[in-house]
């Protein structure tokens, strides 16, 4: 009887290790086009050149498989002359759930790059943690920017 239950206890220990193990890695690697929404601009008075932005956008990822992601942001950005660092928070919302981060970065010479801290998620992105790369990409287009974003979802098992 009392290997009975500690048979029972070391299997539901195992269990409980288990579920608290992460349950995978998952790298997602995609375009990202963003377009401000409701973006306001300072400029920093006696600093020529010297704005603050903070504001909301809204942005479509897509993936080189054809599948597609949204992504609602707010973002703050210090910049001189076009140069200077920038942060914001994100949400994804792909068909499998979200995934919800904090980024951080710089702009120079018209290029931009930076890092992402996964928060959190939700569906089969929940409670996830990771990191990720932002970085720009050359863009053809007036009004919007265009994004390489690599992110190393970990998800603990369930």
Not at 105 to 110: I, M, P, Q
């Amino acid at each position: 009887m009392r290997i009975r239950y500690a048979s029972y206890f070391l299997s539901a220990a195992l269990a409980a290790a288990a579920s608290n193990a992460f349950a995978g890695e998952e790298v997602l690697e995609f375009k990202l086009v963003t377009k401000p929404i409701d973006v306001k601009v300072l400029e920093v008075a006696n600093v020529e050149g010297q704005t603050v932005a903070s504001g909301k956008l809204f942005g479509v990822a897509v993936f080189n498989d054809g599948r597609i992601g949204v992504k609602e942001f707010v973002n703050t950005s210090d910049m001189l002359k076009g140069s200077g660092s920038f942060f914001g928070y994100s949400t994804y919302t792909f068909e499998e759930g979200s995934i919800t981060a904090r980024y951080s970065g710089s702009a120079k010479d018209g290029k931009s790059k930076g890092e992402y801290t996964i928060l959190s998620g939700t569906g089969a992105y929940a409670n996830a943690t990771g990191t990720g790369t932002i970085e720009s990409a050359p863009n053809p287009f007036k009004g919007v920017t265009l994004l390489n974003i690599k992110l190393v979802v970990k998800t603990p098992g369930t």
